[in-house]
């Protein structure tokens, strides 16, 4: 299931992806909001492995998000996509290239994930957990019409805690 936005293309995330999210993994920004360090190849082929599983299991998880360039060429920018989040939820969430963020790609690759979501999944909302130094994700929640819901601690580490709500028909 491909997603396309107008400067945007996205697949779903394949094993042959290992080296291209590795490097997105070990890319300052992107470590410093997942884990703090950067990864190893093992940490980063483990994550790989539960993204895969994702789609086998639920039929939705990460995209690789590419960048259309003028000449047509595609330009790998990050992922984007969903996650399970307890019994009952599905996370959204979005990584790219530090060199790529503040330019509207993070915002822009989660809609069409959304949209997704919302058409697919018998759910009624969608979370999101942002951590509280990712400043240019924070801004984004409110105008794409997340309601801020709190602080919480997940896994050890404190995030805002959003909610998206199923539009109404």
């Given at each position: 299931m491909?997603l396309?936005?107008?400067?945007?293309?996205?697949?779903?995330?394949?094993?042959?992806?290992a080296e291209?999210?590795h490097?997105?993994h070990?890319?300052?920004?992107?470590?410093?909001f997942?884990?703090?360090?950067?990864?190893t190849r093992e940490?980063?082929?483990?994550w790989l492995?539960l993204y895969?599983h994702?789609?086998?299991?639920?039929?939705y998880g990460?995209?690789?998000v590419?960048?259309r360039?003028?000449?047509g060429?595609?330009?790998f920018v990050?992922?984007s996509g969903l996650?399970?989040?307890?019994?009952?939820?599905i996370?959204?969430?979005?990584?790219?290239f530090?060199?790529r963020?503040g330019?509207?790609?993070g915002p822009?690759?989660?809609?069409?994930?959304?949209?997704?979501?919302?058409?697919t999944?018998?759910?009624d909302?969608?979370?999101s957990?942002?951590?509280s130094?990712n400043?240019?994700?924070?801004k984004?929640?409110?105008p794409m019409g997340y309601?801020?819901l709190?602080?919480?601690v997940?896994?050890?580490?404190?995030?805002q805690?959003?909610e998206?709500r199923r539009?109404?028909?």
């Amino acid at each position: 299931m491909n997603l396309e936005t107008e400067r945007l293309f996205m697949r779903p995330v394949r094993t042959w992806d290992a080296e291209a999210l590795h490097c997105l993994h070990c890319d300052p920004l992107v470590f410093k909001f997942m884990e703090g360090i950067p990864p190893t190849r093992e940490m980063s082929d483990a994550w790989l492995s539960l993204y895969l599983h994702d789609w086998e299991t639920h039929g939705y998880g990460f995209w690789m998000v590419y960048e259309r360039k003028a000449n047509g060429d595609l330009r790998f920018v990050g992922k984007s996509g969903l996650r399970r989040f307890g019994e009952n939820d599905i996370q959204t969430a979005c990584f790219l290239f530090g060199a790529r963020c503040g330019q509207g790609i993070g915002p822009e690759s989660l809609q069409p994930v959304i949209e997704f979501a919302f058409a697919t999944q018998s759910i009624d909302r969608l979370v999101s957990l942002v951590r509280s130094t990712n400043i240019r994700a924070l801004k984004t929640r409110t105008p794409m019409g997340y309601s801020y819901l709190g602080p919480v601690v997940f896994d050890g580490k404190k995030y805002q805690f959003f909610e998206l709500r199923r539009p109404r028909k």
